[in-house]
C-alpha cells in the first residue's frame, strides 16, 4: 500500500511556475509568476467536529459543514465562537460578518484557485487534492520549456473537472488540457482560474458534458492522453438527468479511459468519496485489466502504484478523511 504523506492540514503559498503564449514566436514558455507571500491564499483546517469543520481561508475563519466529521467531537470549542463566514446547512445560505473579497484566491502550489462560496456551502476548491496537485505538476511529462505549438505538448483529460483545479495543475507544467464537467456553473469558473493564473490563451477545451458519454466519443474517434484525471461523485445526475452510481457506473468509465490511455507513456489518477468504493477496488481492476491491454507488468503496478486516503490534519494533530485516491505513472 502507497502511504502517501502528502495532505498537510495546511496547504502553504508557493512560488507559481506557469506557462504562457508568445503571440508572435508562437512558442509556449515558461513564465515566473511568482507573488510575495501576503498577496495569496493560505489554508488551514483548524478544527472539526459535530458534522462541522473550522477553517481559515485566504485570512477568513469559516465554520461550515462536513459530512465526515458527523461522529467527531470538536478538540478545541473556544475557537468556533467569532468566525468571519458561517453556513446554515438547514437555511442553505451563508452569513458573512463582512463582504467577502471577490479578489480571493488560494495557492495551490504552482497556481492559484479562486475561492468564492457557493450556494451549497463549498468554496470553489477542495483542498484535500493538494497532494495529487503536487503530484500532477511534479511528474509531468514537459521536459522543454518553450514548445513550438499546442499540438507537440502532452495530453491532459481531466473528467468530473468541477472548477479546474486539477486541470490548473496540469496547464501551468506545460500540458494541453481537455475540462470536462456536466455543470456550467463549474466550466465557467474554470476559465476565470485560467485567467486568474496567466492561462487564458492556453491550450485548454472548456466542455460541458456527461464524463462517460465524452469518454465514449473520444474512444471512437481514437483519442489518447497522457493523463487522465478523475474524480466522479458518489452518486448524481447528468445534464439529461440520467442517473449516476459511483459503484455500478465507475467501472465502464475506466473501461473507456483505459482506452483512451497513451500506450507509450502515461498517468492516471482516481479519486473517490464514497464507501460502498475503495482503492482496492480500484486497484484490483487496475492489475487485472492493465496486463493485458496495455502490457504494463505486475512489478511495474506493484512498483508504481500509490493509493491512500485523502485527509486534512488540524491543529491537534487530528485527520479528518475525505475518501481516496489511486495514482499510477508508467513511462516507457
Partial sequence: MGNINSNPGEVACHFSLLYTVDAKAHA???IDNSRPFNELGRYELIDFGNARKLERVCGRLIDRPSPAAEAQRRK???LWGDVDSFFDKQAKQWRHQSKWPEDSQ???GGFVMPIQPTPFGHLGVFP?????????RQSSPVTSDAM?????MPRGLNLFAYTGASSMAMASSGMSVVHVDAAKPNVAAARVAAGANGLSDHPVRYLVDDAAKFATREVRRERTYHTIVLDPPAYGHSPRGKAWRLERDLWPLLDQCVELLDRDSFRLLITGHSPQVGAPDVVDYLHAELPERLGVSPRQLTDQLEYDRLTLTDRSGRQLDFGFFVRLAINR
Fill in 128 to 136: 484535500e487534492q493538494a497532494g495529487n496537485w503536487k503530484w500532477l
Fill in 28 to 30: 509556449y514558455k515558461m
Fill in 148 to 152: 513550438s505549438s499546442p499540438d507537440e
Fill in 76 to 78: 478545541h470549542p473556544n
Fill in 106 to 108: 488560494m495557492d495551490c
